[in-house]
Structure formats: C-alpha cells, structure tokens
C-alpha cells in the first residue's frame, strides 16, 4: 500500500461532472434588424436551474440570465418555466414555442421545423476512431446527447421600456434549436466553435471542441441537412482567419466532406457580424465558459450561394 492511499484522497476530475439537460434557441431576422437568444439548463440532482434571454433591435441589447428555481415537474413534461422563460413543446421534432417576459421585453417566438432533427451520437456511428463529444464532455461515449435542428421562426418581440418603449415587432426569420443532456460540466471545456448555416436549400451544423483534460484530442463534428434527409461529416476542418472585432476572427472557414464525399467550403463572415452577442449559460464562478454568438452572412464556395449563419466561438476564462 502507498503511503498516500492512507489519507484523504484527491478528488478525481470525473467528480465534477453532473446532469443537465440544456436548451438553446437562437433567433435571427436581419431584415427587421432584430436576433434573439434563449437558453436554459436544469440540473435536477442539483435542484437548481439557470436561464438567460439575451434581444438585439438596432445596436441595443438586452440580457437576461440567472438562476433559477429547477421547473417542478419536469420530467416528460410538454411545458416548462424557467422563471421568465417558457418552453412549448407542441408537436415532437417539429412545432415549439419560446415566451419570455420581464419589466423591458416581452417575446413569443414560434419555431417550426425546416430540416429533419439530427442527433450527433451518428457521428460516433460513422467515425469510430474520432473523439466524440460525449467522450469530450462525459469522458465516455452514450453518457452525452446531443442534437440540432433547422427551423423557420416567426413571432413577436415588445419593448416595454427604453428607446423602444411601446413598439411591438413581428418578426419572421431563421431559426436553429440544440438539445443536449446527460453528465457534463462546461468548465472542463477549453475551447469551441459551434455554428449552424440556414441556405435556402440546405443547413450546417459543425463544431470543433478542445477540453482541459486531453486539447491535444479535439472533436469535430457534424452534418448537412437536406429536405430528404441529414448526411454525417466524414471530416471537418475549421479554420480562424484574421483579427476581427471584439477578440473574433475576421473570417471562419469550415472545409467539410459528407460521409458521400460531397465537399463543402463554407466561409463565415464574422468579421461583419450583424449581430454579437453574448451567451450567458451558467452561473459564473472562478472560472467561466464565455460565448459569443456572431451572426454573419455565409458563402458556400462550391455553389455560390449565400445564407444565415450563428457562429459561437467559447472559450474558459477567468470569471
């Protein structure tokens, strides 16, 4: 026996991790010059629970986010209150309803499906060598789910105080929704890019993860989502090119092969960001996960065409 196995023991990295099942919910309408934000993560072993709403119009931003009472009840559940936030889950995969008010805004934002849901858990399918991200999250492969959606959007946003005061917007733009769940902890995430495209005919979702524990091992994923179907990536490169404002990169480039061997290059112009917003998803402590949402304009290189994008760069900092 070693002489240290007869005290107190270190406490092992995987005691950090816990349960919690997250919602993401992003906005965006360019035309209206409006883009919304709406998240929430319960962590019901914890009895607690954070959410945030974050609202662009015009260069002004209001942000919501704290924490809040864990919704009771919760499991199974086709409505849930995170304080001001409300999620309807109104038919599964496919109609929804995002409502948040306080004392400035109020909003109700309907999201209904534009391309089939997509769970990630295929990319470990397809790619068994890569490190997934459940892997990268929970340390083990099927303790982590993830999965994304393109959707259309539509709805109305109130101000109730501010320059905005009595104006009421209906809005009607792009839209994309996450849900993940199972054992994680954000702080053990080094770094990420997590974006989704919305073109006309077709949508992305692609990240790249590093966390604290193994960077030199990133996960990359992700897929192509067509009217008939969602295609796995078979591989992925993601690229940061040039300084922007606010820390970003001017451009992001995602060279991307479908399982097929169709090949995309997509290039993000986050550098000209309509819209920059921060993403609050947890209760800072000495450490915290900061996101930045950029919505940008993107060009797929191969067809020519233009579309929507949501670019999250992450990174852990010092709180």
């Known amino acids: ?18 349960w919690k099942e997250n919602y993401f919910w992003v906005f965006m309408d360019p035309e209206r010059d409006i883009c919304c934000l709406a998240h929430c993560t319960a962590e019901p072993t914890h009895e607690r629970a954070f959410a945030s709403f974050t609202v662009l119009h015009k260069g002004k931003k209001l942000i919501s986010g704290k924490e809040v009472p864990m919704p009771s009840p919760f499991e199974h559940q086709k409505e849930l ?4 936030l409300a999620l309807h889950f109104l038919k599964p995969q496919a109609e929804f309803r995002v409502e948040y008010e306080d004392e400035n805004v109020s909003a109700v934002l309907n999201f ?3 391309m089939h849901l997509f769970d990630f858990q295929a990319c470990a399918d397809v790619n068994p060598d890569w490190f997934s991200v459940s892997e990268n999250t929970a340390f083990e492969r099927n303790s982590f789910r993830h999965q994304g959606q393109c959707m259309n959007a539509t709805g109305n946003v109130t101000f109730k105080s501010g320059e905005w005061a009595g104006t009421s917007i209906d809005v009607d733009g792009s839209g994309y929704r996450d849900h993940s769940w199972g054992m994680r902890n954000d702080q053990m995430t080094l770094s990420h890019n997590w974006t989704f495209f919305n073109f006309k005919e077709m949508g992305f979702h692609l990240f790249r993860v590093r966390n604290v524990i193994r960077p030199e091992s990133q996960t990359s994923e992700g897929y192509i ?6 295609e796995v990536m078979k591989a992925l490169d993601v690229e940061h090119v040039g300084e922007g404002p606010d820390g970003m990169p001017d451009k992001v480039i995602y060279r991307a092969t479908t399982l097929s061997g169709e090949k995309f290059t997509l290039v993000a ?8 917003l921060p993403l609050h998803s947890q209760k800072p402590g000495s450490k ?10 993107v060009r797929c290189e191969e067809t020519g065409e233009e579309g929507l994008a949501n670019v999250e760069i992450g990174a852990l900092v010092d709180a």
């Open 1 to 18: 026996m070693l002489l240290h196995e007869d005290y107190p023991h270190t406490v092992p990295t995987r005691a950090w991790l816990r």
């Open 81 to 84: 209150h995170y304080g001001n």
């Open 112 to 114: 209904t499906r534009r």
């Open 225 to 230: 989502a067509r009217p008939e179907g969602n």
């Open 269 to 276: 112009d986050v550098g000209n960001a309509f819209a920059r």
């Open 288 to 297: 915290v996960y900061l996101n930045v949402e950029n919505m940008c304009r």
